[in-house]
């Protein structure tokens, strides 16, 4: 199921570059690092000791992906159907609700939904998104950051270091941590993701390096448990909404940490009860659609009706390379 779900991200491209680095250990040691420090500088300055890659190109790289973020967000608004016929117009009736005034919540909150939304449209019809970390999650990150940076008027080059920012904070919870809803469940994905953006978004609005990390220790530790539950085994449900409403988790996480509040457990020790609850978590609610949602009955008959589809489908291929082989021995015979 791993792949199924996965398969749907074509032409990903991802945020966190090579920003793997060992020089990093963990969240205390970065605090040390970068306690007076731009977040964002202590990161590329590993990078560029550890990898080798020059910081200016790690901004140029990052900068066509917020590019790539925008143009799917764009696209994403359109609307459309998914693969599975599951979801796809989320981001549409949202932008229109907004449009026509007929929203409710403050607009940085509106946009982050509905762009995070939009993102997860366009990879629910296989469009290019930016896995963030992982194209399942791939709708949180952009949501919080696109619309921080419109509506309190965020310089563009901003972003793109939260980017890098968001990059790294991923990289050190994946030193220990296999970032991936069949390795742990959803917490592994939308949670991280929430982290990543929470402690970007605190850094955008001139947090310091603890509270960028507060922010991504409230968000995480938020989300421990959440399962993998794709129903029919396809990033469309729960996934497609689930972006959003984590998108505004992550924003309520940075905002607590901007006030001065702070996560009682560590943000070290937030990733290592994750692994753990990842580890004891029953094989059904890891990606694999044999639990949770995806055995609701609603999941169910989706689910059955997906795998007939997918019958028929292979079946009319075959008869397809049934009747071109008859045709071509009919040629050489003739
Ligand atoms: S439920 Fe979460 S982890 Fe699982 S496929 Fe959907 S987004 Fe990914």
New binding site residues.
């Given amino acids: 199921m791993e792949t199924l779900?996965?398969a749907q991200a074509v032409g990903v491209l991802e945020v966190a570059i090579a920003f793997l680095s060992h020089m990093i250990e963990s969240f205390k040691h970065l605090e040390e690092l970068a306690a007076e420090r731009d977040l964002a500088d202590v990161f590329l300055e590993t990078d560029e000791q550890e990898h080798g890659i020059p910081a200016d190109q790690i901004l140029m790289a990052l900068r066509k992906r917020r590019e790539v973020m925008r143009d799917c967000v764009e696209r994403g608004k359109q609307g459309g159907v998914s693969m599975g016929k599951l979801v796809g117009n989320e981001a549409k009736l949202l932008s229109e609700a907004f449009r026509s005034g007929r929203t409710f919540l403050d607009p940085l909150t509106v946009k982050a939904e509905l762009y995070a939304l939009a993102v997860m449209g366009e990879n629910s019809r296989m469009g290019v998104i930016v896995a963030a970390p992982?194209a399942?999650?791939g709708g949180v990150v952009p949501g919080m950051l696109l619309a921080l940076e419109e509506e309190r008027g965020v310089d563009p080059e901003k972003t793109v270091r939260a980017l890098v920012v968001a990059g790294g904070i991923g990289s050190i919870i994946a030193l220990s941590a296999n970032i991936?809803?069949a390795a742990g469940?959803?917490q592994?994905?939308?949670g991280v993701a929430s982290s990543m953006g929470a402690a970007a978004v605190a850094y955008m609005m001139g947090g310091s390096t603890r509270q960028s990390i507060h922010a991504a220790a409230l968000a995480l530790k938020n989300t421990l448990g959440?399962?993998?539950?794709?129903v029919g085994g396809l990033?469309e449900v729960?996934?497609v909404k689930?972006?959003a409403l984590f998108a505004v988790h992550g924003l309520t996480a940075a905002q607590l940490a901007l006030a001065g509040v702070e996560s009682v457990i560590p943000m070290d020790e937030v990733v290592e009860a994750m692994v753990r609850i990842g580890r004891a978590l029953p094989r059904g609610l890891k990606?694999t659609a044999e639990g949770g949602l995806a055995t609701t009955a609603t999941g169910c008959a989706i689910g059955s009706r997906l795998k007939e589809e997918a019958n028929q489908r292979r079946d009319e291929r075959a008869a397809e390379r049934e009747r071109i082989a008859q045709e071509r021995k009919i040629g050489v015979g003739s």
């Fill in positions: 779900a996965h992982t399942g999650a991936s809803g469940g959803c592994n994905e939308v959440l399962v993998c539950d794709p990033v729960p996934c689930r972006n990606e």
